[in-house]
């Protein structure tokens, strides 16, 4: 069965860093689509970031660009995303989701993938 669980959120000062992990059971992230969401409280999920299956291409929302790296580890099954200079709007519940589907990752933000995690909830304030 498959299954993603995120960790890893907490709350962070405005300009501090976080680094959420989303493990993964029951597939192997090198062969799918995983990506990073977020939902704010009163507003619509967000796509943060996704990494490719096979080439490990990388995709970046315009609020995340140059902030946030996505990576994956194939010995742990983990994929991450890295967060630095993180900002009161990055505020949010952050997701992972996964789907063998090679071709979603070009149109991440709005794709609908197959799996999804618990989320954990980030909160960035003073």
């Known amino acids: 069965q498959l299954q993603l669980v995120e960790s890893g959120g907490g709350l962070v000062q405005p300009g501090g860093s976080l680094k959420l992990s989303c493990a993964a059971s029951g597939f192997t992230v090198a062969s799918y689509a995983v990506a990073w969401f977020r939902q704010a409280p009163g507003k619509g999920r967000e796509g943060v970031a996704c990494?490719?299956?096979?080439?490990?291409?990388?995709y970046y929302s315009d609020s995340a660009k140059g902030r946030f790296t996505i990576s994956r580890d194939h010995a742990r099954n983990t994929v991450y995303l890295q967060m630095n200079s993180l900002k009161p709007e990055d505020t949010a519940v952050y997701y992972c989701?996964?789907?063998?589907?090679?071709?979603?990752?070009?149109?991440?933000?709005?794709?609908?993938?197959?799996?999804w995690g618990q989320g954990t909830q980030v909160t960035v304030s003073w």
């Open positions: 989701a996964a789907d063998p589907d090679p071709l979603l990752p070009l149109q991440f933000a709005h794709a609908n993938f197959g799996s």
């Open positions: 990494i490719s299956g096979e080439y490990e291409n990388t």
